[in-house]
């Protein structure tokens, strides 16, 4: 036998053994004309599956081509890296699991909500007005450092997982107490860490959902794998924190939604917005009525002379309106700008593409985007030690959750309770009634009538007093009035004075619990 024949075959099948389980894996992924041409000079020989022109609409000066490619995965980490650094933007390209997938991505989309868009009408001014003074930038900062702690957030890595892990719980501390508010993790097959879903169940008009998010991942150049440096500080550990801000005046405030609100926490954005597409595709599968979606991604570096820019590219025209009238009308010291961001910057391009109202708006101009991110150098640090931009973000996402939550059609709530009493003060006598149980959006009004002078008080959660009340009406007789509106259910307390000796009646009508 020859040895050395035998030998050389058995080191060839060992070669090619090596060779299969080495292969590279092939991934689709579809992106714009800027990042097929980064993508064509990290790979010469890329050649596009197919490309298709997207008409032109407003905000997209120029038509745009989008292509499908069939490129290698460990490709994607220096695709995104020459998008930041030779275009000065995130994102670029969303990863499709099947080239069947990435075809049905070029296919134009349709508005699954044309016959029933929302109305923008701002009504809202007394809930909207009484919660914006209680955001504090302080708040968000504590989030920002918290969440930069983590020594990355990518998607396949453990402290990818435990970032995930810590949102889902600093948002049920938050929704501590709010039997109406749940948080749960929406699972990825395909890698290990999960999205955070909060939601916030409408009182009566459910049905309808608005939706404000952020990506809870980061990337870096700095390092691979478990030991990659990726604060993330703004890029976009602030969209979560001003998000969270939102979550917290909200149920700080007792603010109770008649749509249901989602806020969520997207996992691996930076390699693909896969995971807001996975959800985004199983709200369309499950036909859930989206009636608006904001994406925040990135809200803390101030890089342009106007506060907040309005992404006008891949998003809705009347929603980004909506938007702008928000700001002017709530925070008219905020200078609003619009920009252009191509194709798949962010989230937002997940929910537009099953043909959801999008919105996206971004702390600068294109052109002028923080240069730190995707760098080891991404910190609460580099943003000057504070979150005062990223507090904007949060008052104009606060505004724009409870205009859309508070609408909608209104169903028959329960009826009002009326309860009458009669009876006899005497001089300084002082009778007490009560609680009264009034449900949240509802009002408690009080009418007397009779002879003398007797006076009325009412306050809420405790009994009142002479001295301290909510609500008093001490006339020189006995027809007295009192009315308070609650946001929230609560108890209410009545108290009647005889200033002198009375005969009285007395009527309280209240929306119930």
Known sequence: MNYKILAALLCSSMIATSAVEAAPKKVWITLGDAAYLQLQKLAPKTIAKESKSILPQEGLLAMERVHLVEVDERQLLGLSEAVHHELKRCGGFMFHASEAAGRQALQPTVSLLAAVRPSYTLDNQSVVNALLPQMQDSNIAQTIVDLSAFTNRYYTSTSGVNASNWIKTRWQQVAAGRSDITVEQFTHAAWAQKSVILTIKGTDNSGEVVVLGGHLDSISNHGSGESMLAPGADDDASGIASMTEVLRVMVAGGYKPRRTLKLMGYAAEEVGLRGSQEIAKSFKAANANVVGVMQLDMTNYKGSDKDIYLYTDYTDNAQNQFVANLLTSYLPAIKIGYDKCGYACSDHASWSGQGYFASMPFESAFNQANPKIHTANDTYASSGNQAQHALKFSKMALAFMVELGSDGPVTPGPADKVENFSGKLTL???????????????????????????????????????????????????????????????????????YSAADYTMKVTYRPQ
């Open 428 to 498: 300084g006598q002082k009778q007490s009634f009560g609680p009264f149980k009034v449900g949240a959006g509802g009002n408690i009004s009080v009418a007397l009538s009779g002879t003398g002078d007797a006076d009325l008080y009412l306050k809420k959660g405790s009994a009142p007093t002479t001295s301290t009340f909510d609500c008093k009406s001490d006339g020189p007789n006995s027809t007295e009035k009192c009315e308070l509106s609650l946001s929230a259910n609560g108890d209410v307390y009545l108290l009647l004075n005889g």
